[in-house]
């Protein structure tokens, strides 16, 4: 059973600090790491995805990737209350496996004024 | 661009009736999935269609079943509907390439009595 794990949260942090946001996965051959963010009542939406070791950074958004120690990690900076949600980490297992993902229970986020 | 388009929002069964619900993409992807998504259980594959002509099973597919009428259209059956399939559906879709990124429809909130 090929899992992914989140801490449920909720995480509270106040507007303008930096949030983080981990997953662990079981998989070592996994190949691609997502992070969606889900509104309450709303579908996920992708915030991004990452393929390799190391940092990758969009706008306020950073997806750290160790897969020697097999975790995922979303940094939120400067926190908006418009970030306040549940984020999905999902992992799509390896090569020629097709492009099912691997989804984690989520963590939610609340970022107060 | 209408993206993925769900079909019913909102629908209450009795148990033992049957349903289907409807999805659609314009995106022109190749793979389109069903998933559930239940309070602290995440979002489970249930099935998932690697191009047209084929479907799998995925995580959670008894008490289901697909049809992947086209490229566009990739429907889901409940052929009689039992209270633990109360839950929420979506469907998304992707196109295998640099991204894999699914991008997921609206949702169909579904309640069997």
């Known amino acids: 059973q090929k899992e992914v794990e989140q801490n449920s949260g909720p995480l509270s942090v106040p507007e303008g600090a930096i949030a983080s946001l981990n997953c662990t996965y079981s998989?070592?051959?996994?190949?691609?790491f997502f992070w969606y963010r889900q509104y309450s009542g709303k579908s996920p939406e992708l915030i991004m995805f990452?393929?390799?070791?190391g940092d990758k950074e969009d706008g306020r958004f950073t997806a750290q990737l160790n897969k020697a120690s097999q975790y995922v990690s979303l940094l939120i900076r400067d926190s908006q209350p418009s970030d306040s949600a549940t984020y999905l980490c999902a992992v799509r297992g390896e090569a020629g496996g097709g492009n099912k993902l691997t989804f984690g229970t989520g963590t939610q986020l609340k970022v107060e004024l | 661009n209408a993206g993925v388009t769900q079909t019913p929002k909102f629908q209450v069964l009795k148990t033992g009736q049957s349903m289907t619900l409807q999805c659609a993409q314009d995106m022109n992807h190749n793979s389109m999935y069903w998933y559930r998504q239940d309070p602290g259980m995440g979002l489970r594959l249930i099935y998932y269609s690697a191009s047209e002509g084929t479907t799998d099973k995925g995580e959670v597919p008894n008490g289901y079943n697909v049809s992947r009428l086209n490229k566009r259209e990739f429907s889901l059956r409940l052929e009689s509907a039992a209270p633990s399939q109360t839950s929420v559906y979506f469907c998304?879709?992707?196109?295998?390439?640099?991204?894999?990124?699914?991008?997921f429809g609206p949702g169909t909130r579904l309640t069997v009595l």
């Open positions: 990452i393929y390799s070791n």
């Open positions: 998989d070592r051959g996994s190949q691609s």
């Open positions: 998304a879709s992707s196109e295998v390439g640099s991204t894999d990124t699914q991008y």
